[in-house]
């Protein structure tokens, strides 16, 4: 992120959060990886960023050996529980920076990067991943975005965003809050630009079916799905914290008083990069 500096408190405090609060990706995730890179059950996948595991637990059943990465210990520890409720096993869970890939983790022929490559040092981590990819392997960028939804249309009223981002800005400030410092104009969305400047090909998108229709979410979950996001980050509010979840509380209760909220998850589509041949 250009002129902007990682630290460990960017997601500091968000984690079990994270699990409780974001919506799942779409249950046929696995079957279109599979389909989309004609998976055979055999090779090994590596999810950078992998938070409580969300992609890389269901993919997991896809491969002979999944590797989750990611920077916050706390989101390794959610995923270790979460494999675990989900009878997932053979997952190594790895606390480090992606651009500190370990030397001895081996190669993959599947690197998975959802929600996550915009945090990191994207020239640096592509060239790694392009290292790193078995023969005829490739890296598949996950577009997603769970933390907030569309619409729902139906009876029960979708969550108060906008009314939630303002709470969070009449707390935080206007500048959108990253860990130690501020991030006005967000995130970088030009990932194309740097996974071809890494020497990888396309994406070949593949869209992921999802017929969920409206998903039910409970105010607890809300209020979770708030605290899960870097700019809403549990320490981003100190001793201010409690005032902070009783006002956003108040705000969800104007909206749904009986704490019922739905919201359709947006599209997730799979971009599939593959290395150009040296
Ligand atoms: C928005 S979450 C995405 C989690 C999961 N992949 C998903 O799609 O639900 C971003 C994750 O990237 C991790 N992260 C941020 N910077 C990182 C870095 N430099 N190296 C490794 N992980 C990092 C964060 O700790 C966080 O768990």
Redesign the pocket.
């Known amino acids: 992120v250009t002129g902007w500096q990682?630290d460990a408190s960017?997601?500091a405090g968000t984690?079990p959060h994270?699990r409780a609060g974001?919506m799942a990706?779409p249950p046929a995730l696995a079957d279109a990886f599979r389909d989309a890179l004609g998976l055979d059950g055999r090779g090994r996948l590596l999810?950078?960023?992998?938070?409580?595991g969300?992609?890389t637990i269901p993919l997991a059943p896809l491969y002979e050996q999944v590797v989750g990465?990611?920077?916050?210990a706390a989101?390794v520890d959610q995923a270790r529980a979460a494999a675990a409720d989900a009878g997932v096993r053979d997952v190594e869970w790895v606390v480090?920076?992606?651009?500190d890939l370990p030397q001895d983790v081996g190669s993959f022929r599947t690197v998975t990067l959802?929600?996550?490559f915009h945090?990191?040092?994207r020239p640096r981590v592509a060239g790694l991943v392009r290292e790193r990819l078995d023969p005829g392997g490739a890296l598949v960028h996950?577009q997603?975005m769970?933390h907030r939804g569309e619409a729902p249309g139906g009876d029960l009223p979708a969550p108060p965003h906008d009314e939630v981002d303002a709470l969070v800005r009449r707390y935080l400030g206007q500048e959108r809050r990253a860990g130690a410092s501020t991030l006005p104009a967000g995130t970088p969305g030009d990932e194309a630009e740097v996974f071809r400047g890494s020497g990888f090909d396309g994406p070949e998108r593949f869209p992921v079916p999802d017929d969920r229709g409206p998903l039910e979410r409970g105010e607890d979950e809300v209020v979770s799905a708030v605290l899960s996001l870097?700019w809403a980050a549990p320490h981003l509010f100190g001793d201010r914290l409690e005032a902070f979840v009783g006002d956003l509380r108040a705000v969800l209760r104007a909206t749904a008083p009986d704490g019922r909220f739905a919201e359709r998850a947006p599209p997730v589509a799979l971009d599939v990069w593959r290395p150009v041949e040296r």
């Open positions: 990682w960017l997601f984690a994270y974001r990706y999810d950078l960023g992998c938070g409580p969300s992609v990465l990611d920077a916050d989101m480090a920076r992606a651009e959802a929600q996550s945090w990191f040092d996950v997603a769970t870097s």
